[in-house]
């Protein structure tokens, strides 16, 4: 199971690297073609969504990096819990109203938008997974971090299930 946990870390570094890398590419295309938008206020939405598209992709990085400095041994599972470490920006990254402006953005903005907008998402619930904060999920809350309390009949208790709460 570790094997298939680290594996999806490195899918979430490669994902987060290859839309950083296109999102470069678009934006670069971009520039070069300034006199393409519609007005100053159009050029000023795409350039704040492009902030905020690289915000998250380089959060994601940055956390998959601190993931991978844990998994090697480089800091502890607590210096990787702390607050500087952990997903930021998620006021900017989580907005879900696009900036203010007078027409749709090209789609190619919006695509790279919606996609990157989706891998922080995946990535702020292993990052709260790994903080061992509380998940909803449906009608149940989930702790990962409580064990179950011991049985009776049990010597000894299990190590660490996840304790299911009906909410």
């Known amino acids: 199971m570790r094997d298939a946990t680290m594996a999806y870390l490195d899918r979430t570094y490669d994902e987060a690297k290859s839309l950083l890398a ?3 590419i678009y934006l670069r295309c971009q520039e070069q073609a300034g006199g393409d938008r519609k007005s ?3 050029g000023l939405r795409a350039v704040g969504e492009g902030l ?8 994601v990085l940055a956390w998959s990096m601190i993931q991978q400095a844990l998994r090697c041994g ?15 920006s998620r006021k900017i990254c989580l907005e879900q109203d696009p900036l ?9 903005l919006a695509s790279l938008l919606q996609r990157s907008r989706a891998l922080y998402e995946r990535t702020l619930r ?10 909803q999920f449906g009608s149940f809350n989930v702790c990962l971090v409580a064990p179950l309390p011991a049985a009776p009949h049990e010597a000894a208790p299990p190590a660490r299930r996840p304790q299911i709460l009906q909410a």
């Open 52 to 59: 905020r598209l690289t915000t998250r992709l380089t959060e």
């Open 100 to 108: 203010p402006g007078d027409g749709e953005l090209p789609p190619k």
């Open 40 to 42: 100053d206020l159009e």
């Open 22 to 24: 296109e999102a470069r």
């Open 126 to 135: 292993l990052d709260r997974l790994a903080a061992g904060e509380e998940m």
């Open 74 to 88: 480089e800091i502890t599972r607590e210096e990787a819990s702390e607050p500087r470490r952990r997903l930021g």
